[in-house]
């Protein structure tokens, strides 16, 4: 469900919190078949089965509804983050948990159109890409190094820092991956690996 922050009205009950599900489904649904410039508020109202009331109810504008739809995703990713070092092999090196996290955000949108569509041709509000990269890259910048702070020959802290620089490089070239084929370049995604890989190695190989 979206976060508050784009919401004319906050859901209070599960009725209401199901439609703007629906909502958000169809607006998903419209911007993988036919970009952010396809989307119109009285088809997203016609895909998702609501009268067009309803969609104003919850959201003022158009944008709203995208930067709502925005935020699905980055909880979305979260979870499935969280998933991937929960199930991580307690022997896996730093360098294969690198290529594993890669592999990771590269299949997330893979499998997800709209996500594709809104991070790579969306215009998004300069201030809403700081707030992300800011808070959610710095979250999980911090999650990463905590699993990975026993390899290290770095404090946490910096390696905190060092695994948001690489997050930060690897997220843009992921995107150019995906830009310049929907599938994902797999050269460009191999190349991000290796940039990734060599500049987190002092963190934690020896001289």
């Known amino acids: 469900m979206a976060g508050s922050a784009y919401l004319r009205r906050a859901p209070t009950q599960q009725r209401s919190r199901e439609r703007v599900d629906r909502i958000l489904d169809a607006a998903a649904a419209i911007v993988g078949a036919e970009g952010v410039e396809g989307l119109k508020v009285s088809e997203i109202a016609r895909q998702a089965g609501v009268p067009l009331g309803t969609v104003y109810q919850f959201f003022a504008r158009k944008d709203d509804i995208v930067y709502a739809l925005a935020e699905r995703f980055v909880a979305s990713f979260e979870e499935v983050l969280t998933a991937a070092l929960a199930g991580q092999d307690a022997g896996l090196g730093w360098g294969e948990l690198v290529d594993l996290l890669l592999d990771t955000y590269a299949e997330h949108y893979r499998t997800q159109p709209a ?93």
């Open 115 to 207: 996500l594709r569509e809104l991070w790579i041709d969306a215009r998004f509000d300069p201030e809403f890409l700081r707030a992300d990269h800011e808070q959610n890259n710095t979250r999980f910048a911090a999650t990463v190094a905590a699993v990975m702070a026993e390899r290290a020959r770095v404090d946490q802290d910096e390696l905190t820092l060092m695994v948001y620089v690489a997050w930060e490089a690897g997220q843009a070239l992921l995107e150019t991956a995906f830009r310049a084929d929907p599938d994902g370049d797999r050269a460009i995604i191999e190349q991000t690996k290796v940039l990734a890989r060599r500049y987190l190695a002092p963190a934690f190989e020896g001289d």
